[in-house]
C-alpha cells in the first residue's frame, strides 16, 4: 500500500512538472521563451540612399514601438556587401530572421534556405486586398509564396525642365517612342568646340533590366520562362536592336556619354547638364529633395507604337532556420497591411494593398507628369527579373562584362551576343 501511494505521488510530480516544462516550452514554429519575452529580430537590407534609408528607420521604428515583445534590428549595408553578409548569416547556426529581397536569394530558396509563406499568407491575409496576378513571379514552385511583397517599382522617363524650355523642345508625353527619344535628345546636346558640355541622355539603361525592356517592347524575350529557364537567348534580332540602339547613343548619334565623359561631367541628371533619362522610381527619394532641379516625368517611350514596362516587387523573405518565425511574420504582415497607407503617404513606394493604392494622391513636392508616369505602368507592366540558381553567376561572369564592352565600343553588338549565348548557357547549364 505504501509503495502504491508512493509510486501515485511520483508520477503526480512528474505530471506537474511535464505541464510547467510544456507551458515554458516552444511551439511548433520553434519558437522558444514565454509570451511576454521581448524576442529580437535581425533584418539586413541594402541602403538606398539618405531619404529612402531614413524612411526604412522609421518603418522599423514605428514597428518596434507599436510591438514592445518584437523589436527588429536592422542592418543597412551596400547592395554587394549585403548579400555577402546573409550568405555568411545562411552558412552559421544563427541565420538573420529577415532580409529584403533580391533577385540573388532566388539561389537560396533553391537550397531550400527560405520559409515557405503561404500557410502564413493563408492564415493571415485577404488576398482579395491585393492584385494576385502581380504576385505570380513570387511563386517559385508555382504555388507557394516565398516572398512577401510591400511595394511595387517600375520605369520612367525623367527630364529637365528648364534645359528642354532653353532649347525650345517640346516635353516628353506618353506617346513618345524611341525615335522621339533620339530627336529629342539630338536636340538637346550641346558641344563647346570639342568639348560636351551637355548630353540630351544618359546611358541609365545599359543594366540587363533596361535593354532587357526595349527588346520585350518589340516581343524579344530571352526565355519562354522566367523560372529556371534552360536556356537563354540573347542573340536575337530584339535583343540586337535593344543593344544597337543604346550603343549609338553614344558612338553614332554622340548625345549620351561614355564612361569617361560622365566623369568629366561630375555626375548624373542631378548635375543639371544631362536632359533626359529613363531610371527607376526609387530615384524619387533623392529627386524630391533637389530643390534647384526642376524635373518633371513621363512614362517610359515605345518601340514603334509597344509599350511595355518592367516592373519589380520590393519585399521580405524569411529564413528557414529562423528562430522566431512567427515574430518575424508580425513584422511582415504588418508591412503588406497596417503599413501601406504610411507607404502611399510617404509617395517614394508604389504600394501593393488596393485601399492604400486609391488613396495616392498627388504630393505637393510632385511634378505635373506624376501620377500618369508612375501608375500607368499597370497596363503594360512585365516583370523585369529572371529567376535562376545562376543567374547572378552569369550577369558577374558573361553579361555584364559584355556589355560593359558594347558600351565601351570594344565589341559590336553581334560578337557580344553571339558569346553570351555560349558563355550564359554554360553557366546556367551547370549541374
Known amino acids: ?25 516552444g511551439n511548433d514554429n520553434g519558437n522558444t521563451g ?17 531619404a529612402l534609408d531614413d524612411e526604412e528607420k522609421d518603418k522599423v521604428k514605428r514597428f518596434n514601438d507599436t510591438h514592445p515583445n518584437i523589436q527588429v534590428k536592422m542592418t543597412l549595408l551596400p547592395w554587394d556587401e549585403t548579400f555577402k553578409k546573409i550568405e555568411m548569416s545562411l552558412a552559421s547556426n544563427s541565420p538573420v530572421d529577415l532580409f529584403y529581397w ?24 485577404k488576398m482579395a486586398d491585393y492584385d494576385e496576378k502581380l504576385f505570380e513571379p513570387f511563386k517559385f514552385d508555382g504555388s507557394n509564396m516565398y516572398v512577401a511583397p510591400e511595394n511595387y517599382q517600375t520605369l520612367v522617363m525623367y527630364y529637365n525642365k528648364d534645359l ?30 570639342d568639348k560636351t ?40 534580332p530584339e535583343t540586337k536592336n535593344a543593344l544597337q540602339y543604346l550603343q549609338d547613343l553614344i558612338y553614332k ?11 568629366a561631367l561630375g555626375g548624373d541628371f ?39 514596362v518592367p516592373y519589380w516587387m520590393g519585399g521580405y523573405a524569411m529564413t528557414e532556420k529562423s528562430k522566431h518565425p512567427d515574430q518575424a511574420w508580425e513584422f511582415i504582415k504588418w508591412t503588406m497591411t497596417e503599413n501601406q497607407e504610411t507607404l502611399a503617404k510617404q509617395q517614394s513606394w508604389i504600394p501593393i494593398n488596393k485601399t492604400a493604392l486609391s488613396k495616392v494622391e498627388t504630393p505637393a513636392w510632385a511634378p505635373e507628369g506624376y501620377q500618369t508616369a508612375r501608375f ?56
Open 197 to 236: 558640355v551637355q548630353f540630351g541622355t544618359s546611358m541609365s539603361l545599359g543594366a540587363w533590366w533596361g535593354w532587357m525592356a526595349l527588346s520585350q517592347e518589340q516581343g524579344g524575350a530571352l526565355a519562354p520562362n522566367i523560372h529556371d529557364p534552360e536556356k537563354l537567348t540573347f542573340n536575337t
Open 270 to 308: 542631378l548635375t543639371g547638364k544631362i536632359a533626359m533619362y529613363v531610371g527607376g522610381d526609387w530615384d524619387l527619394g533623392n529627386l524630391k529633395e533637389k530643390k534647384d532641379l526642376h524635373w518633371d516625368m513621363a512614362p517610359m517611350p515605345k518601340w514603334e507604337d509597344k509599350r511595355v
Open 1 to 25: 500500500m505504501f509503495r502504491k501511494r508512493k509510486l501515485a505521488l511520483v508520477m503526480t510530480l512528474v505530471m506537474a512538472l511535464s505541464t510547467v516544462l510544456y507551458g515554458c516550452g
Open 376 to 431: 500607368d505602368w499597370m497596363k503594360y507592366g512585365n516583370i523585369g527579373d529572371i529567376y535562376h540558381l545562376r543567374w547572378r553567376e552569369a550577369q558577374d561572369k558573361a553579361i555584364t562584362p559584355l556589355v560593359d564592352q558594347i558600351f565601351a565600343n570594344k565589341i559590336t553588338v553581334d560578337e557580344a551576343l553571339k558569346k553570351m549565348d555560349e558563355q550564359v548557357n554554360e553557366i546556367i547549364s551547370k549541374k
Open 253 to 263: 548619334h554622340h548625345v549620351a556619354p561614355d564612361a569617361a565623359q560622365s566623369s
Open 102 to 125: 533580391d533577385v540573388p536569394a532566388y539561389a537560396w530558396y533553391k537550397k531550400g534556405l527560405m520559409k515557405n509563406l503561404q500557410p502564413y499568407f493563408d492564415r493571415d491575409l
Open 34 to 50: 514565454s509570451k511576454d519575452e521581448k524576442v529580437e529580430l535581425n533584418f539586413i537590407r541594402w541602403s538606398n540612399g539618405p
Open 164 to 193: 528642354f524650355d532653353k532649347a525650345n523642345v517640346a516635353y516628353p508625353n506618353e506617346n513618345w517612342n524611341w525615335d522621339d527619344y533620339l530627336a529629342a535628345a539630338q536636340k538637346l546636346t550641346i558641344k563647346e568646340g
